[in-house]
């Protein structure tokens, strides 16, 4: 095995954490010696081991000399809120002769102080190997630990002109069961999913992990005037502790209180110039709460309004092979009169679910990265590919 192969299985222990490590990163580590592992781990929660430590202790025989093979820079700081040591340290005391690093730890804690440690002591470190693929791996925790902000994830699934509902609101369903098992998935995958009002009263949606295991998400609600139905499936059942509704100073009070009652917490925010919930205020106020990601589920108003905005990181869209005609369109007016003031997506992938077509891609993928484009290889590319889209 040579080191893309062994980086390789540090990626695919890292995603053994997928779903469950947040707001921390996804990281595996592999200890090696003489080309054979002798010891692996990766991060399952907060407060638990990090990877580096989990690999250490589950290695039966001396490691002093060994290499390591991460997907991320290990960490060199002790905070107040910190539930777990230094893994720089404990890889100096270990003695461990080389460590190869798939991309640095952008945040402000970290940044190349672990690397840099691990150089003073003598500890040869090599940063790149595979660092695209670690990229992706943790794209909402380079987002979130460099801005504050949740990852925001637009999810829409399309006829093929467009629609996302008939004329009377029906979606159900435009994809067929693979295509939801992968939101479902999503879902898993993140920390939260959004829906407007309209989503809640046209399709009375659960938003949980049902047709694949995983952790449940938090059910996020935009409604301006609290007006979302009692009956409504997000405010019964076990899960209503974890839905939060968003709503503006023009909210009744009255309602405020029996929902609040039932188990659902609001949350006050600004209103926008429209009346409309203020997304930006919505985002720091989940990314103050400690969500690093946020999947968008709908509908159009809120498709429309995180689109026009530029509040949105990545947008994946499943299109059906149907045609609705006259109905609800998918994205309303975002103020393009020329195609150069389109939304151009960047690094898209094309993918066949069953009869659909996934289209996926990126807003920007510089503004969701930031600082780690100086400092991982494949990125230096990032200013190439953002500059080409805006042509």
């Known amino acids: 095995m040579n080191s893309d192969a062994f980086m390789a299985r540090a990626l695919e222990l890292a995603q053994a954490g997928e779903g469950y490590t947040s707001p921390n990163p996804m990281v595996g580590a592999v200890i090696v010696r003489d080309g054979r592992i002798i010891g692996e781990g990766f991060h399952a929660r907060p407060g638990e081991a990090h990877a580096e430590v989990a690999a250490i202790e589950n290695t039966r025989e001396p490691i002093a000399g060994a290499e390591m093979y991460c997907n991320l ?3 060199s700081h ?10 720089a340290d404990r890889l100096i005391r270990e ?3 080389k460590l190869y690093v798939a991309t640095v730890d952008p945040n402000p804690h970290v940044n190349g102080s672990g690397i840099a440690a691990l150089r003073r002591a003598g500890i040869e470190v090599e940063v790149g190997c595979l660092s695209e693929r670690a990229l992706w791996l943790n794209e909402t925790y380079f987002k979130y630990i460099q ?3 949740p990852f925001v994830h637009l999810k829409m699934a399309l006829s093929v002109d467009g629609r996302i509902a008939t004329r009377c609101s029906d979606s159900k369903w435009i ?3 693979e295509a939801r098992r992968q939101v479902h998935e999503l879902r898993h995958r993140y920390d939260a999913v959004l829906v407007g009002l309209n989503t809640v009263r046209s399709d009375d949606p659960q938003l949980t992990v049902r047709l694949t295991s995983g952790k449940q998400p938090w059910r996020i609600v935009l409604d301006e005037h609290l007006e979302i139905p009692p009956e409504a499936n997000l405010l019964r059942g076990e899960q209503r502790a974890k839905t939060l509704i968003f709503t503006t100073p023009a909210h009744d009070p009255a309602r405020r209180a029996r929902i609040e009652a039932g188990g659902t917490a609001v949350q ?3 209103a926008d110039p429209q009346g409309w919930v203020d997304l930006p205020a919505v985002l720091r106020e989940l990314g103050s709460r400690g969500i690093s990601s946020l999947l968008v589920e709908g509908g159009a108003g809120v498709f429309t309004g995180f689109i026009r905005q530029r509040l949105f990181d990545k947008l994946s869209i499943y299109i059906a092979p149907i045609i609705i005609g006259a109905g609800i369109e998918a994205v309303g ?4 009169r020329k195609i150069s003031q389109a939304v151009r997506l960047q690094h898209t992938v094309y993918q066949v679910v069953n009869q659909q077509i996934r289209v996926q891609g990126y807003r920007n993928l510089e503004d969701t990265f930031r600082t780690l484009t100086g400092n991982v290889p494949c990125l230096q590319e990032l200013s190439r590919i953002s500059a080409a889209s805006a042509r």
Not at 78 to 87: A, I, L, N, Q
């Open 78 to 87: 002790s905070t107040p809120h910190k539930r777990t040591p230094p893994c």
């Open 175 to 177: 994809t067929d069961g």
């Open 73 to 75: 820079e290990p960490c």
């Open 268 to 270: 006050v925010v600004a």
């Open 147 to 149: 801005t504050g902000l």
């Open 95 to 97: 003695n461990i002769r």
């Open 333 to 336: 007016d975002l103020g393009v």
